[in-house]
């Protein structure tokens, strides 16, 4: 018998001063059985970072929302599409393969990947080379220490606050605060 997802409900206000944005968001998060807290957190962390496309290139008319996640590995962790159904923002987590990526830049108009653990580093050397062609790429790093936090925001239902200014994002519920800010590779 398969195990089923765990459902995680969050609340989410995000003030983008960087961008103008200022947003609330009802989001419904599924994690997969072999998916970790921190991973979850992470698609948070990004949905937040780039919220602000659902104005800038949508105009507002279009869904911004997770994808179905580990359990489909053709569909992007969290996409933007607008009201004519086209992807015009997949975003990943992790340190996925080349293959899949590349093939995610001919699928949306920009493919935004965050990479995180330990061994991301690792991983970039492994992969720069690899993803150095497709234009519409980019490649960021979420720091270890500020992902392993992330998990500790994880509830089942979750009050959520995400400022972005500077380009670094503070995320945080009534009790805890993350700083987070990433390192662009690509």
């Not at 489909?72 to 009201?83: A, G, I, M, Q, T």
């Not at 991983?123 to 979420?142: A, D, F, H, I």
Request: contains cysteine.
């Amino acid at each position: 018998m398969a195990l089923k997802s765990t459902i995680f409900k969050a609340s989410l206000q995000i003030a983008d001063i960087d961008h103008g944005y200022y947003a609330d968001h009802t989001l419904t998060l599924a994690r997969h059985p072999s998916e970790t807290d921190e991973r979850m957190m992470v698609r948070l962390v990004a949905l937040a970072l780039q919220a602000h496309k659902l104005q800038s290139v949508c105009g507002g008319d279009g869904t911004l929302a997770f994808g179905a996640g580990l359990s489909s590995p053709d569909e992007p962790d969290v996409f933007l599409r607008d009201f004519t159904g086209q992807t015009r923002l997949w975003i990943e987590v992790g340190q996925p393969e080349d293959k899949p990526l590349i093939k995610a830049c001919g699928k949306a108009d920009e493919v935004v990947l965050y990479c995180f653990s330990h061994a991301a580093e690792i991983w970039w050397r492994t992969m720069e080379g690899k993803l150095s062609r497709p234009q519409n790429l980019s490649v960021y790093r979420v720091p270890t220490a500020a992902s392993q936090l992330l998990a500790r925001l994880a509830q089942r239902s979750m009050q959520l606050q995400a400022t972005i200014q500077e380009g670094a994002l503070m995320l945080g519920d009534d009790a805890h605060g993350i700083d987070i800010e990433c390192q662009r590779w690509k």
